[in-house]
């Protein structure tokens, strides 16, 4: 058991500290932009060249000092980055008095969140962890991950996010919405079988599901 619970967090409009500007520190940042985080800050003495020039461009805010007392006020999330375990350690415990969500990069069991590895196709994310066993193993998985679901799985998600708003909308009876919602994903996923014209997708989608369970 690994006592990890898994959600999906949005960030808009909700403020991310980063303390410390190296590799992980800008790892970690680039996977809160990639996740649309809009009001994200790095604390840190000296930072990569990458974070100053998303510092530059205004794309984040940066203090170019080392981390302070009173620096978690107003943070949501906090990534204690630097290559100071003590530091790091202290600034995760403050972040849990304050009931801020803290990860600590240098040890599993000291923050209250870990990052997973993450692989974005469209509206489909997934997130895999081995709870700090052995990132190496996610990092694998995902790059198999990467490999099975291909780019086309983009447009999928849009298709399929696309139909079932017109289902949602359209299809009163609970059962029969469901029926085609589960059959256009199978049709998806499975056969890579779906139109860009939604109206004739639903209309074949609806003869079929008649047909099945009539
Ligand atoms: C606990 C955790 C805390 C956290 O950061 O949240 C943590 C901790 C540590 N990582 C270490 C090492 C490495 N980490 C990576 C890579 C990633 N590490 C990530 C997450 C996590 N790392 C959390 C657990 C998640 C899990 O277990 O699934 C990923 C998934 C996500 C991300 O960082 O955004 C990202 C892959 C991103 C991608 O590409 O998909 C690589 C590979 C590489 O860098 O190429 C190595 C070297 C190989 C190895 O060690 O396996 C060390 C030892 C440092 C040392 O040796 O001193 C510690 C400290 C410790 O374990 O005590
Ligand atoms: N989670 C992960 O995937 C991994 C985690 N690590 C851990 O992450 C730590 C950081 O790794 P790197 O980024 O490679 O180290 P690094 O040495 O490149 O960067 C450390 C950063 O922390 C900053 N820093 C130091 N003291 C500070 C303070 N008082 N206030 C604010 N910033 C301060 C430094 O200025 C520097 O920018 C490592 O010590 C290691 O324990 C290492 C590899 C992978």
């Known amino acids: 058991m690994n006592g990890f619970y898994p959600v999906f967090l949005q960030l808009k409009g909700r403020r991310c500290l980063i303390i410390g500007g190296g590799r992980i520190a800008e790892r970690k940042l680039l996977g809160l932009l990639n996740a649309g985080a809009d009001d994200v800050w790095i604390i840190s003495p000296d930072v990569t060249p990458r974070i100053a020039a998303l510092a530059a461009e205004g794309t984040i ?42 990860n600590t990069a240098d040890e599993a069991g000291k923050g209250s969140f870990i990052s997973p590895s993450t692989l974005r196709r469209g509206d489909l994310l997934f997130a895999v962890t081995a709870s700090g066993a ?11 991950l990467e490999a099975y679901y291909g780019a086309e799985y983009e447009e999928i998600s849009t298709a399929l996010r696309r139909l079932r ?18 059959l256009a994903a199978e049709d998806a996923a499975r056969y890579k079988r779906y139109d860009r014209n939604i109206d004739e997708w639903l209309i074949s989608l609806l003869h079929r599901t008649d047909r099945r369970h009539t």
């Open 134 to 144: 052995s990132p190496a193993l996610s990092q694998h998985i995902k790059q198999e």
């Open 61 to 102: 805010h940066c203090c170019l000092r080392a981390y302070e007392a009173g620096d978690l006020e107003g943070t949501r999330l906090l990534f204690a980055a630097t290559n100071d375990k003590r530091l790091n350690t202290e600034a995760a415990a403050a972040a849990e008095r304050m009931g801020i969500w803290a």
């Open 165 to 182: 708003e017109r289902v949602v909308g359209e299809v009163e009876d609970e059962q029969k919405r469901q029926n085609i919602l589960k």
